[in-house]
């Protein structure tokens, strides 16, 4: 009891500080300015497209995992865990070495005239680094919790594979891959070490509503409150939207994600 | 940066993922400050903290190893950040003794929240350059050139001293012969971006991500100087950086920081900052540039 109010107190006071310092109006008005609304779209933008590769890179790579063995399996496991663990700022600098114009990588992608550093694209690099293991972690629990007779029974069915995993394994583990998608999207959206660290801070091309925050708490703290805010609520907006979609409750796909770990 | 986000906690990791967290928080670079705050803990012994601009990373943390040979027993923690971010810190209520700025504006912002306990005193002048990747692949020799289509720049944020040092140096240079009317509207444009501290820029620019920079000379320190080319900019068109140090007015012991900074006015105080590629105090706009620090 007193573990679960001291909880409570933990998780929610901050919530509520944050709403409580800021009258709606000033809200509304400041959702208005354009420096604001900049920050918001690039937001939404760089994390709907990393949410997306995230699931198009990660949806094979987990089916993978859940339905084969391979030599080399628990390694690529482990990458894939890997910037779960990592603070954000390190996968930075690493995805500077990596692929910035000087990096490892870099010359490789001049050939195809990309310099990524400082661009839009190096924010939804950062995030798909980072929201990677959210989603095929999830998803890959998901696979796995789908019963073997349901596939079974495709097959003697003369199913294809194609087709069973289409019909059956997908519907099945949707929960699941919602769940990772939203967790990743979340992630993604708050992401901020990596994304300063290796796409840098420019308004309206880099400079997402975190780093907007942290950039306003410097010199002008209401203004960051009132950013924070309003990233608080397309946050809870969105992940309730994703909650109460016809037929598919994320809960039930966090479950699965937590038996399946 | 002191504010990170670390979203990386999920229930039930392996054994495993906890040895690489292990194994990441070990060989990431601890600085001074943070190696010092892990000791904090032990039964407190005498303890400094000082927040000072990040251009002072290098001379402060000297001026700090002395200040602790000199009383046994204590020890300087150091908060290196942009001074806009120190100050936020200090008026949101962070525990410091001395503050060190690399402008007036954030000193006096502090000072008008009441938080100092004397007046602020200018102990250093610094001046900018412009930076450029030893590997130079813009291929910029001359300032005018910073103008130049798709140049890659990186500058301190408008909020940071060096930020709005350069602007102004981008103001008088534009004003000046040889340079276009609108030259620092047009090398503004080719800002990449508007990096937290003036130590940032000079990580772009020496990893070659960006094209060029400005930064204090003393930030072409020995550890980065060569990766690095520095364009000097004409004495005219500088701007001579003057930095405002001052107790703060809660410090729990007020004696050991008014220690610190007579150790920062005093004559050796002095000379470790101009080797560090500092101006003395007394340097004024018509000054020789000094020597690059070693």
């Known amino acids: 009891m007193l573990a679960g109010s001291l909880l409570v107190l933990l998780l929610g006071l901050p919530l509520a500080a944050l709403v409580i310092r800021v009258p709606p109006a000033t809200l509304l008005a400041r959702l208005g300015q354009p420096e604001v609304l900049e920050a918001l779209r690039l937001s939404l933008f760089t994390s709907a497209c990393s949410t997306a590769a995230v699931v198009l890179l990660g949806l094979p790579v987990a089916h993978l995992l859940a339905t084969r063995e391979f030599r080399g399996k628990r390694l690529l496991e482990l990458l894939i865990d890997v910037p779960m663990v990592l603070p954000p700022t390190v996968a930075g600098v690493g995805l500077l070495l990596a692929f910035g114009r000087a990096g ?4 490789v992608l001049r050939m195809f005239g990309l310099s990524l550093p400082f661009t839009t694209l190096a924010v939804i690099v950062a995030q798909l680094y980072v ?3 959210f989603f095929v972690s999830s998803a890959t629990a998901g696979f796995l919790s789908v019963e073997p007779r349901y ?3 495709a097959a003697t069915h003369r199913a294809s594979p194609f087709y069973t995993f289409l019909h059956v394994t997908l519907p099945l583990s949707a929960p ?3 769940a990772g998608a939203a967790m990743g999207w979340a992630r993604a959206l708050g992401e901020f070490g990596a994304t300063i660290t290796f796409a840098g801070n420019l308004p309206g091309r880099t400079q997402t509503m975190p780093l907007a925050v942290y950039v306003a708490l410097q010199s002008d703290v209401d203004a960051a409150v009132t950013l924070s805010v309003l990233l608080l609520a397309v946050s809870l907006v969105i992940l309730l939207g994703l909650r109460v979609l016809p037929g598919v409750t994320i809960t039930r796909g966090i479950l699965a994600f937590r038996r399946g770990r | 940066m002191t504010a990170m986000r670390n979203r990386t906690s999920m ?9 690489i ?4 928080l070990g060989t990431f670079p601890v600085s001074d400050g943070a190696h010092h705050a892990f000791h904090a ?7 400094l903290t000082v927040f000072a601009a990040a251009s002072l990373t290098e001379s402060f943390g000297e001026l700090g190893r002395l200040m602790e040979q000199r009383h046994p027993g204590l020890t300087v923690r150091f908060n290196f950040a942009g001074s806009q971010q120190l100050a936020a810190q200090l008026e949101q209520g962070a525990e410091a003794d001395v503050f060190a700025s690399a402008d007036d504006r954030w000193m006096k912002s502090v000072q008008e929240k009441q938080l100092l306990a004397a007046e602020p005193q200018i102990f250093a002048r610094n001046r900018l350059v412009v930076i450029v990747p030893a590997s130079n692949p813009a291929r910029i020799d001359r300032l005018a050139q910073l103008s130049g289509r798709g140049i890659k720049l990186v500058l301190a944020a408008d909020a940071v001293p060096a930020g709005r040092y350069s602007r102004e140096v981008l103001q008088k240079l534009s004003a000046s012969t040889g340079f276009e009317a609108d030259y620092g509207r047009r090398v503004l444009a080719n800002v990449v971006s508007q990096e937290e501290n003036v130590k940032s820029v000079v990580t772009k620019v020496q990893l070659g991500e960006a094209d060029a920079g400005m930064v204090y000379r003393s930030d072409v320190t020995p550890a980065v100087s060569r990766y690095l080319k520095v364009l000097d900019i004409p004495e005219e068109s500088n701007v001579l950086a003057s930095y405002p140090i001052a107790t703060i007015r809660n410090s729990a012991q007020r004696a050991l920081a008014d220690g610190f900074v007579d150790l920062v006015l005093s004559a050796e105080g002095q000379s470790v900052l101009e080797r560090h590629g500092f101006l003395g ?3 004024k706009a018509g000054s020789p540039v000094p020597p690059k620090p070693r």
Do not use: I
């Open chain 1, 104 to 107: 490892l990588a870099g010359g």
């Open chain 2, 11 to 19: 229930p039930s990791l392996a054994n495993h993922r906890l040895a």
């Open chain 1, 131 to 133: 929201a990677t293991p």
């Open chain 2, 21 to 24: 967290v292990a194994l990441l």
């Open chain 2, 281 to 283: 105090v007394e340097a």
């Open chain 1, 176 to 178: 699941s891959l919602l």
């Open chain 2, 41 to 47: 803990t032990t039964p407190s012994k005498d303890q």
């Open chain 1, 151 to 153: 596939l079974e029974s």
